[in-house]
């Protein structure tokens, strides 16, 4: 049976049956596959061999060219959609840049792949995504360096500009510059230079607050000669005083320390000997609660020679 199809102005005219089963109860026309396959190219080309012109009729090396042509595009489709299927499936496990467009980038392992409405997907991160929105494909040391300097970038919008920076945003800065530090070489190159000068400029400025904070603390310290004039319960004041110093000292970095100037350090050493030489004065060395301690060691210690005496017998 020959496969021919009728012909009116350039178009397929479909038979009564095909017309039909076009429509449905509804009065809803059939979704109709807009695609060429073989079978519509051959009928297209029996139509065409029909309805030649018999004064001048197409030869048969024509009729021969155009079957070639026809399996040559559709072999090359054939192909492509193989590549394109190897190509993603060889793309499981790796780590991936997607452009989501409005959503931007969308970075993550690609898990598996599928096909859904005749399109390839990747799933990344629990979330389909088609092919043609692959904008990137890396490798570990790629996908980290690139993860690692987005949260550094977040970290850096986090801290205020140099005006605005206190000694209260010293742990932001702090993390900020472990963040950079626990980067590989490799993945510091993903860092923007200009979130990198912030954080110098912020730690430049940091250094000299906490050195100005110290030296405050050492400047409402009493005098050597007051220290010496105190009675017991002033002299309490004092020590809670040092103790502020003392204890900010403790936090400051060597860049820090060497931000102090030399009287600052100077008076701060002379009042805390001073200090400590009075609380000898008074008996406040801490010696006492030694001795209670051992007093209560000693305690102690009789009780569990007698719990062993008790054993034995």
């Known amino acids: 049976m020959a496969l021919i199809q009728q012909v009116k102005d350039g178009r397929f005219v479909e038979d009564s049956s095909d017309a039909s089963s076009s429509t449905t109860g509804s009065g809803k026309k059939k979704?109709?596959?807009?695609?060429?396959?073989?079978?519509?190219?051959?009928?297209?080309?029996?139509?065409?061999?029909?309805?030649?012109?018999?004064?001048?009729?197409?030869s048969n090396t024509e009729w021969v060219a155009q079957m070639a042509t026809f399996s040559m595009v559709e072999s090359l489709n054939n192909m492509q959609q193989a590549f394109d299927?190897?190509?993603?499936?060889?793309?499981?496990?790796?780590?991936?840049?997607?452009?989501?467009?409005?959503?931007?980038?969308?970075k993550g392992k690609v898990d598996y792949i599928t096909k859904q409405d005749g399109k390839t997907k990747l799933s990344v991160n629990d979330k389909l995504y088609d092919l043609d929105k692959l904008d990137t494909v890396a490798d570990e040391e790629y996908y980290k360096g690139s993860v690692l300097a987005n949260e550094f970038h977040e970290?850096?919008?986090?801290?205020?500009?140099?005006?605005?920076?206190?000694?209260?945003?010293?742990?932001?800065?702090?993390?900020?510059?472990?963040e950079?530090?626990?980067?590989?070489?490799?993945?510091?190159?993903?860092?923007?230079?200009?979130?990198?000068?912030?954080?110098?400029?912020?730690?430049?400025?940091?250094?000299?607050?906490?050195?100005?904070?110290?030296?405050?603390?050492?400047?409402?310290?009493?005098?050597?000669?007051?220290?010496?004039?105190?009675d017991e319960e002033t002299?309490?004041?004092?020590?809670?005083?040092?103790k502020k110093a003392s204890d900010c000292y403790e936090t400051?970095?060597?860049?820090?320390?060497?931000?102090?100037?030399?009287?600052?350090?100077?008076?701060y050493e002379e009042v805390t000997a001073a200090i400590q030489?009075?609380?000898?004065?008074?008996?406040?060395?801490?010696?006492?609660?030694?001795?209670?301690?051992?007093?209560?060691?000693?305690i102690l210690q009789q009780i569990l020679d007698e719990l062993k005496a008790q054993k034995k017998e």
């Not at 850096?156 to 206190?166: A, R, V």
């Not at 923007?192 to 607050?209: G, T, Y």
């Not at 400051?252 to 008076?267: A, V």
């Open 180 to 230: 950079y530090d626990k980067m590989t070489e490799t993945q510091k190159q993903f860092v923007e230079k200009d979130a990198l000068d912030k954080l110098r400029k912020l730690e430049i400025k940091m250094d000299a607050l906490k050195a100005t904070q110290f030296t405050g603390l050492v400047n409402n310290l009493p005098s050597v000669s007051d220290v010496e004039a105190a």
């Open 277 to 298: 030489a009075a609380e000898k004065k008074f008996g406040n060395t801490g010696d006492g609660d030694s001795e209670g301690k051992d007093d209560v060691a000693s």
């Open 85 to 106: 299927k190897q190509s993603a499936n060889a793309l499981v496990g790796k780590y991936v840049l997607i452009n989501d467009g409005d959503n931007g980038y969308v």
């Open 31 to 58: 979704n109709v596959n807009n695609t060429m396959g073989q079978e519509q190219f051959l009928q297209l080309l029996v139509a065409q061999m029909q309805y030649q012109d018999p004064l001048e009729p197409t």
């Open 155 to 178: 970290m850096i919008k986090l801290l205020p500009d140099e005006k605005n920076l206190t000694v209260n945003d010293a742990g932001l800065v702090k993390s900020a510059r472990e």
């Open 235 to 242: 002299l309490k004041g004092y020590v809670t005083s040092l």
């Open 252 to 267: 400051l970095t060597e860049t820090q320390r060497k931000n102090i100037g030399e009287s600052t350090m100077t008076q």
